[in-house]
């Protein structure tokens, strides 16, 4: 009976954590400016605004993102190096949480707005997560890594989210 009751809550577990990621919910918002080696940088906060767990891409060159900026007039694209095919690893923003991006701004800018990928972070990336949160990963690491395998890798589709329209004050050193 107790054998039983322990396979049963295995099972409701494991469909529990299985279960398929919302879109994700989640917005951009200005936190201020500094310089950094003759460039500006932009601070903004991603906080999921969402119910259930998302991702963004990070890698060796930095998050991934994109910037729409009015420099000196005319209208650029820019773009960070980092994206899917250098990725490092997810970095898994939970529901009511944020995290903190920085974004690099061409010379000259005078308006800008970014717009970051996100995606609902699936049964795989999560309970990796909470593994590597909880310690337990590298103590257990050649029988976690067939355990996570079991998890299906069932993230949701990417997701542009977008900030608004920001003007740098006159004031900001550049």
């Known amino acids: 009976m107790i054998a039983g009751v322990v396979l049963l809550a295995i099972g409701a577990t494991y469909l529990w954590a299985s279960r398929a990621p919302t879109l994700p919910s989640a917005s951009v918002k200005l936190v201020g400016y500094e310089t950094r080696k003759g460039s500006l940088v932009a601070t903004v906060v991603l906080a999921n605004t969402g119910r259930s767990a998302l991702s963004y891409y990070d890698s060796s060159e930095g998050v991934y993102y994109t910037v729409l900026a009015r420099v000196q007039g005319k209208a650029t694209n820019w773009h960070s190096?980092?994206?899917?095919?250098?990725?490092?690893?997810?970095?898994?923003?939970w529901p009511s949480r944020s995290a903190r991006i920085h974004v690099v701004l061409p010379d000259g800018t005078?308006?800008?707005?970014c717009t970051v990928l996100i995606r609902g972070t699936g049964a795989?990336?999560?309970?990796?997560?909470?593994?590597?949160?909880?310690?337990?990963?590298?103590?257990?690491?050649?029988?976690?890594?067939?355990?996570?395998?079991?998890?299906p890798m069932n993230d949701s589709e990417e997701r542009q989210i977008q900030s608004d329209t920001f003007a740098i004050p006159a004031n900001t050193l550049r």
């Open 81 to 93: 190096g980092g994206g899917p095919l250098s990725m490092s690893g997810p970095i898994v923003v």
């Open 124 to 151: 795989r990336v999560r309970v990796f997560e909470h593994l590597g949160k909880w310690g337990i990963w590298d103590r257990a690491f050649p029988f976690l890594q067939w355990f996570i395998g079991l998890f």
């Open 110 to 113: 005078e308006t800008w707005r």
